[in-house]
């Protein structure tokens, strides 16, 4: 089993930064890849951005170029850096990790708010 802890998440203006943290534990051995979904009230979930095991990454054509994920293997945590957040990208954001057998792992999720 694998236990994902997102934080940072909290409210923003417009044109703001945020840094998100995924730490995760358990069987970590066992994760491929990790990355970040979002979920706006009303709306699907949808994929952000994630990063394999190799450090290859992949990002939703609404964020690249204002979005970094990163991932720091001896503290097991992944990270999303925000920038230039818009109203739109007020969502909560979970955290996934994916292993093997293609299990997911998700987090309980960082409620991000837009607003001036």
């Known amino acids: 089993q694998v236990q ?3 934080s940072g998440g909290g409210l923003v203006q417009p044109g703001g930064s945020l840094r998100l ?6 069987s970590i051995f066992s994760i491929n890849a990790m990355g970040w979904y979002r ?3 009303g709306k699907q979930r949808e994929l952000v951005a994630a990063i394999t095991s ?4 992949n ?13 720091d293997n001896a503290k097991n945590t992944v990270y999303l850096q925000m920038n230039s ?16 057998s293609w299990n997911d792992y998700w987090g309980q999720g960082a409620p991000v708010t837009v607003s001036s």
Do not use: H
């Open 85 to 100: 957040l818009k109203p739109e990208g007020a969502a909560v954001y979970y955290c996934i990790g994916r292993d093997s």
């Open 54 to 57: 190799g450090g290859s990454t």
């Open 4 to 6: 994902l802890v997102e």
């Open 21 to 26: 943290s995924c730490a995760a534990s358990g």
């Open 39 to 41: 979920q706006a009230p």
């Open 59 to 71: 990002y939703a054509d609404s964020v690249k170029g204002r979005f970094t994920i990163s991932r």
